[in-house]
């Protein structure tokens, strides 16, 4: 019986953790179990999950694992490669050749989002993501609200309306502020709004989404089908953005997109993050009858050192066309791993979100 038998975790630009794990067999598994920020914390966990439970352990029993260690993106990777199928199909099987995926604009303090927008459309990209501000007080200005819609409305009349602009409020919104900013922005129409309020005050979406028509998403900073539950519930949300790094891997997000399909509610997952997450995630997408698009950043160039496409031995896995990506059909995830390059980019990496403040010196959410 094939076992687990070594493991190695690799930081690496520009913010990302990478776990390899290896069985007895010779069968290597890749994951990236990282919340952005805090790598030194989550490399913690994963020391001590993989030393104290997962060594010596059968890979293929990756359920038992789940409810066990609550994570599983290299044990996928493992199964796919030791059967010979890619995880889609041990999931079920593809209900999709290729999935549409969408390209961030503008930053987090929302700029030049205008000529940002029309190189990404005619890079061939179908829809855009922007951050509607960025920090805002709980009761702001007209002015800012004004401001807010000037961009989007910029956007609209640049692109027209055959692309699709979503609009991240980040979490950085109170609520009285979303009802005002989801009103003001409803003309421009977005394909949705997303996070209107942190999710620490879910219960106030019921009331912000009586104030729009728009779509409401949100989910990157929800954790396990138990909390989606709640949203399903009173079926406010649209659209879940769920992300497999952050929310139990993809045992847990496949959960989560069947539970968000008999609510009749999209899922597009959330993945900032490098190609490994990437790959996890349009396994997830491919199987998954509402997944309605996917966040990627692999196009963005993070410095001069750091291209994110150069940790794969195959980058044109992820070519872009006509706006969407092809499922990958490889073994596992379907994607290769360049080693050499991942050993060599490995180090200390200390990346870390940033602090911003209100004018009054108080912390603004980032």
């Not at 160039?301 to 499922?327: C, K």
Request: glycine share 8%.
């Amino acid at each position: 019986m094939s076992r687990v038998v070594d493991y190695d975790l690799y930081e690496v630009p520009p913010r990302w953790l990478f776990l390899r794990l290896e069985t007895s067999d010779g069968v290597v598994g890749w994951g990236e179990p990282v919340v952005e920020g805090r790598a030194h914390t989550v490399r913690a966990a994963v020391e001590e999950l993989v030393e104290t439970y997962l060594l010596g352990t059968d890979p293929s029993r990756i359920e038992d694992h789940w409810q066990t260690m609550y994570r599983g993106q290299a044990l996928w990777d493992i199964k796919g490669k030791q059967l010979g199928a890619s995880v889609h199909q041990l999931l079920g099987g593809a209900a999709r050749d290729r999935i549409r995926v969408y390209q961030w604009i503008g930053g987090d303090r929302p700029s030049e989002v205008t000529e940002q927008a029309n190189e990404k459309v005619d890079a061939g990209f179908t829809a855009l993501k922007m951050n509607a501000t960025a920090e805002i007080e709980r009761i702001d200005t007209p002015v800012t609200v004004e401001a807010a819609a000037t961009r989007l409305e910029q956007v609209r009349k640049a692109v027209g309306n055959d692309v699709d602009i979503g609009v991240d409020f980040h979490g950085r919104v109170s609520k009285s502020m979303a009802k005002r900013l989801a009103k003001a922005l409803e003309p421009h129409e977005p394909m949705f709004l997303e996070e209107p309020v942190l999710p620490e005050h879910n219960d106030a979406l019921p009331e912000i989404a009586c104030h729009t028509t728009t779509p409401i998403a949100t989910g990157e900073r929800m954790f396990s089908r138990w909390e989606f539950k709640a949203v399903f519930e009173d079926g406010t949300v649209d659209v879940i953005q769920p992300d497999v790094s952050h929310a139990g891997g993809i045992t847990e997000v496949k959960k989560i997109a069947d539970m968000a399909e008999s609510y009749d509610v999209a899922m597009a997952p959330h993945c900032p993050l490098g190609p490994i997450a990437l790959a996890s995630c349009i396994q997830v997408d491919a199987c998954s009858p509402n997944a309605l698009i996917q966040e990627q950043s692999l196009d963005i160039h993070y410095n001069e050192t750091s291209d994110v496409l150069d940790y794969l031995a195959d980058p044109s896995v992820f070519e872009y066309r006509d706006g969407y990506v092809d499922i990958p059909d490889g073994q596992g995830l379907g994607v290769d791993i360049d080693v050499e390059h991942v050993r060599a980019k490995a180090g200390d990496v200390d990346w870390h979100n940033p602090v911003w403040r209100h004018e009054d010196g108080s912390v603004a959410e980032w």
